[in-house]
């Protein structure tokens, strides 16, 4: 189900692209960065390419883990109505981390998967201050 979810994403990502190459006129809403991989976001993000979304639709950015066994990382458009873990991620997943914005390429940063880390590094080096001097 996931594969055949990501294969449709991007097959509909062809067919834009075709009609883009067309010459059509076609009204674009946001330029959203679109990549897929299984390794990691920073292996997604280091493949990504700009994709001009319908008017319809949002960024997205979500990673999730499949039966704690597979792994997903994925950038690219996404219509308004299904932002939420359950359409970006599947109902099935229990480990989904995803996040939807509105401006061209606001998608393109990692944030979302560094959240946590941050947070701690930073509370971390908090400590070390206060209890360094």
Known sequence: MIMSKIKSIFRFSAVRYSRLMNFSSIVYGLRCQQCFSQKSMTTCSSQQYEAHCDVSEMCFQASWKLFNAWQFHMKGCTPKTQCNSDKLCGSAERDCLYK??????????MTIIYSKWLTCFTFLIVLIVTFWY
């Open 100 to 109: 939807c914005c509105e401006t061209d390429s606001c998608n393109g940063s």
